[in-house]
């Protein structure tokens, strides 16, 4: 695999991924990885930073964005939160002028009630919904067929088309289906999390499959949830019968 290439894997990207596909990763994942966030890895952030410049210089870009440029500073964040507590304020007392006097203890109306028992459903997340069981044992066998090949070309080809499916037309199948192949490769193979760079690695299978799933979610914790429950499945599906697949050599 050339070192381009392997830049771009440990972004969870395709070779020729443009620089804002870049740019979206690398915050994505140098966020999750970061060592002063609580379980993150410095050996991981590391070889996140390294990729990322990697593909910077390559493309001749400048001014290569700082490590917590997303994150406000003190003294931005304090500036902030005055502005907000200032006009929670100013909200306030214009909802106690305005408002008419009523019993303390007089229930809400029904209609305002059912208002709001339907919002809470409306704003439930796609990712608590139930999985695909069904989808996510075939990706596991599909995965342990391959694998016991030791065809990794053809691992990598079907995770790429899976892939490909999923971003084209985002869907909780697609993304359980995805997911499921992907984690069960990497179980299969029982690859150094810390050293593989190829396709199953950590950082690239962690971060097309986050990529895929904030295509539906933008709440972090129910795309955790959703893929530890994925992650499960996989497992209980192997477990009757599966011993880890030594991995070949990295597809190109």
């Known amino acids: ?61 400048k001014d290569p964005l700082e490590l917590n440029e997303d994150w406000p500073s003190e003294t931005a964040a304090e500036g902030r939160w005055f502005m907000f507590t200032l006009l929670l304020a100013i909200v306030g007392i214009a909802i106690l002028l305005s408002q008419r006097p009523q019993s303390p203890l007089q229930p809400a109306p029904p209609a305002l009630l059912g208002r709001s028992e339907g919002a809470k459903r409306l704003s439930s997340d796609p990712m608590d919904q139930p999985l695909n069981v069904a989808a996510i044992a075939a990706a596991t066998r599909s995965a ?11 691992l990598a080809n079907a995770s790429r088309d899976c892939h ?8 909780l199948l697609d993304l359980d289906r995805c997911a499921a192949f992907d984690d069960a490769v990497v179980q299969l193979q029982d690859r150094d999390p810390l050293r593989d760079q190829g396709p199953f690695g950590e950082l690239a299978v962690t971060g097309r499959i986050w990529s895929a799933a904030s295509a539906l ?36």
């Open 1 to 61: 695999m050339s070192a381009d290439a392997s830049a771009y894997a440990a972004l969870g990207l395709e070779p020729g991924a443009d620089s804002t596909a870049i740019e979206q990763a690398y915050k994505r994942l140098i966020k999750r990885h970061h060592p002063d966030r609580e379980g993150g890895d410095a050996a991981l952030a590391a070889d996140i930073n390294r990729a990322y410049e990697q593909l910077r210089a390559a493309r001749g870009l």
């Open 217 to 252: 979610s933008e709440d972090s914790v129910a795309i955790d949830g959703r893929l530890d429950r994925i992650r499960l499945q996989v497992e209980l599906t192997l477990a009757p019968a599966v011993q880890p697949v030594p991995p070949t050599s990295a597809a190109n």
């Open 144 to 154: 342990l067929h391959l694998s016991r090949a030791k065809d990794e070309m053809a």
């Open 164 to 171: 490909r499916r999923l971003r084209s037309a985002p869907s």
